[in-house]
């Protein structure tokens, strides 16, 4: 919760994220709390997508008139910050258990993309800066704090965080593009990955493209052996940990 003097000076949708808005005093008794329309538009959003998240939809499933839910949100943009802020939760308690400063992160990351694979509508919504909700800025403090006793600068801490929560959104970007296209085929993702790798060892010529040719042929693309992101992730740290060692 936030004082009322700063909740004054905040965009009303902000303010309804830090349960700083005051229930009205006139008017009829509401019949659900913000927190429920919220699960419910979670629900829709888990079931259907993004799309499916309309003030209509979301009336129709409390049983309220498209009126009565302009009582607990103004708008849809206003229903979608606070959809993406109830979908993303507090950040779990195993960052903080981890023990180093990797180890925070690597969790940080598993945790992140377990979020998008629960709800992998929350990709679909635009970033468009830092968001400014209180379970956003949790996960952002959860990052930094693993980073609390490491020899970087505050600038160099957030830039460690933000890299590292690029990395678990795009890694979930990709796998919802591969769980996708298996739904709609009917396939295991590996059957998807395997038909991918047979149309592209047809395109691609070792005159063309001779390393990706190579790459191809010893197999890479269908090695279940080896994950990419988690190799990815492992080298950024390693490249913070060395540069920590050279500061040092």
């Known amino acids: 919760m936030i004082d ?15 349960g700083a808005v005051p229930s009205p005093q006139r008017g009829p008794k509401r019949e659900f709390s913000l927190d429920q329309v919220l699960d419910a538009a979670v629900e829709l959003a888990d079931t259907g997508g993004i799309d499916a998240v309309t003030m209509p939809a979301l009336a129709q ?24 802020e109830q979908g993303m939760g507090p950040p779990p ?9 990797r180890a925070g992160l690597e969790s940080y990351a598993a945790a992140s993309g377990n979020v998008y694979r629960r709800h992998p509508w929350m990709l679909d919504i635009t970033i468009t800066g830092i968001a400014s909700t209180p379970n956003n800025l949790a996960w952002i403090e ?12 505050r600038e160099e801490r957030l830039a460690v965080v933000l ?8 890694r979930a970007l990709v796998e919802r593009g591969y769980t996708d296209r298996a739904d709609a085929t009917g396939d295991h993702v590996s059957s998807v990955v395997l038909s991918e790798a047979r149309l592209l060892g047809r395109l691609v010529t070792p005159g063309r493209f001779p390393n990706l040719h190579a790459t191809l042929e010893s197999g890479a693309l269908t090695d279940d052996s080896f994950d990419n992101f988690d190799f990815g992730l492992a080298r950024l740290l390693d490249g913070v940990s060395e540069y920590v060692d050279q500061r040092s």
């Open 142 to 153: 959860a990052g930094l704090a693993a980073l609390a006793d490491v020899a970087l600068t």
């Open 163 to 170: 890299q590292v929560s690029g990395h678990a959104r795009f």
């Open 93 to 101: 308690a195993s960052i903080a258990q981890a023990k180093g400063w």
């Open 4 to 18: 009322e003097a700063a909740s004054a000076e905040l965009p009303r949708a902000i303010a309804l994220a830090w």
């Open 61 to 84: 499933a409390l049983g309220l008139t498209a009126m009565s839910l302009y009582r607990y949100v103004a708008s849809k943009d206003t229903l979608l910050l606070l959809l993406q």
